[in-house]
């Protein structure tokens, strides 16, 4: 039914839409496993072809689409509807590989080779591409591995202050096998934090607010320490369980049991790793459980949750 429509779609339209969903079709069995092969880290590099037809098949996605908007008197039957669906969900699947570095949560930003965890890196005073290498990257042969860094950021010997201040993007290997599945970013910098709503539904821009990086890992913390137990119908043993405060003696119960209740509440977010409790006390009538937390990406967090008791 599409390959009739298309031919009728030719010769109302004097455009050849048979060749581009041949070329889409051809393109979507090998092209995108080559792409997708890229930002997952399975080879080096992507031929430029590759990358070409991409760009030439996206724009041409935009073109048909607007055939059908130019040619729509044309168009009556309802077989061109079918069609035009068909030919929208090709231009869906070449847009979702244009963002699929993202969707893979790749470090890879675009088709230059960087394997492993990227973050922004700012070279201090006196501090060479070598140290870098040994210091901060823990590379085994530091006096090789230098040149990476170099070529990897485009580095001339011109561009280098030896008194500091360049920005540069390093790739830590540790990261690769390490990602943060509950966010769809590329693994680059505080792009591993993620960006939510507020939980105080809010409207900013004429749009619901959205919090900064920093701002939505404060938020998270917020939520994980303050989970009872129960109040997850999916999970109804996630969480605090406050009645094992109510009505008991301090020293009747597991100061154990707790730092595991709320181990497991963090464990559900894979941003964050080395949880641990650092106090615990009674203030009033309200039980208060300092804690700390690490992200997967620089940021250590210190927060209370209180169980009143």
Known sequence: MIAQAAIKFQELTRYDLSKFI??????????????????????????????NEHKRLLLESDYVIMQFGNNSQKLESSEFWHLLEFCENVRSKLQTIDNLSRYLRSSRTDTKFSQGFAH??????????ENISD???????????????????DLKETDWDIDGG????????????????????????????????????????DDLKVLGYHETVYQAVDILSNVRRGEIPEFKNLGVNAAMF??????????DAIVRQLSTSFSTDDLF????VTKMEIVQDYFHITFEVNTKYKLLVQSTTVVKW
């Open 246 to 255: 109510v009505g008991s003696n301090i020293s009747a119960f597991s100061y």
């Open 273 to 276: 790793i080395n949880f641990k």
């Open 166 to 205: 360049t920005n540069i993007t390093i790739y830590r290997e540790k990261f690769k096998s390490n990602f943060v599945t509950s966010v769809i970013d590329n693994m680059v910098g505080e792009k591993i934090y993620g960006m939510d709503i507020d939980r105080n539904i809010t409207f900013e821009g």
């Open 135 to 153: 210091n901060v990257l823990l590379d085994t042969n530091e006096e090789d591995d230098w040149v990476d860094i170099a070529q990897k950021n």
């Open 120 to 129: 922004p890196y700012t070279v201090s005073d006196q501090q060479t591409l």
């Open 22 to 51: 041949n070329d889409c079709s051809v393109f979507l069995k090998s092209g995108y496993t080559q792409i997708s092969d890229f930002y997952a880290g399975r080879t080096s590099r992507i031929k430029t072809e590759v990358t």
